[in-house]
């Protein structure tokens, strides 16, 4: 049974940081990705950033370049979101996404399995 748990989210001043974390488990793909996807309420879900597992090549949604980094863990399937000087937009449903391949995809619909998401809220 394929399963992915978020963690870290929570409420922040505007300025502030937030690590957020993800841990998946039964998953068996040779080569993956993992992405961070994210929902504002009345909003459409949104890519933030994503990494491929093999070669650790990064992408990012140019929103959040500068201010948020994507890393992998040391055990398989997991993956860390780093967010600096958040800012009240940022507030949102935190996804973390897992897909076959190597190609760090920014569109949902190449990810296989997702995460319940993790509520961040930044304050201004």
């Known amino acids: 049974q394929v399963q992915l748990v978020e963690s870290g989210g929570g409420l922040v001043q505007a300025g502030g940081s937030l690590r957020v974390s993800c841990a998946a488990s039964g998953l068996t793909f040779s080569t993956y990705s993992m992405g961070w996807f994210r929902q504002a309420p009345g909003k459409e879900r949104e890519f933030v950033a994503a990494i491929s597992w093999a070669g650790g090549t990064t992408r990012y949604a140019d929103s959040v370049k500068g201010r948020f980094t994507i890393s992998r863990g040391n055990i398989d399937y997991t993956v860390y979101l780093q967010m600096n000087s958040l800012k009240p937009e940022d507030t949102a449903v935190y996804y973390c996404?897992?897909?076959?391949?190597?190609?760090?995809?920014?569109?949902?619909?190449?990810?296989?399995?997702w995460g319940p998401g993790t509520q961040v809220t930044v304050s201004s």
């Open positions: 996404a897992v897909k076959p391949g190597v190609s760090p995809s920014n569109a949902p619909l190449m990810y296989s399995y």
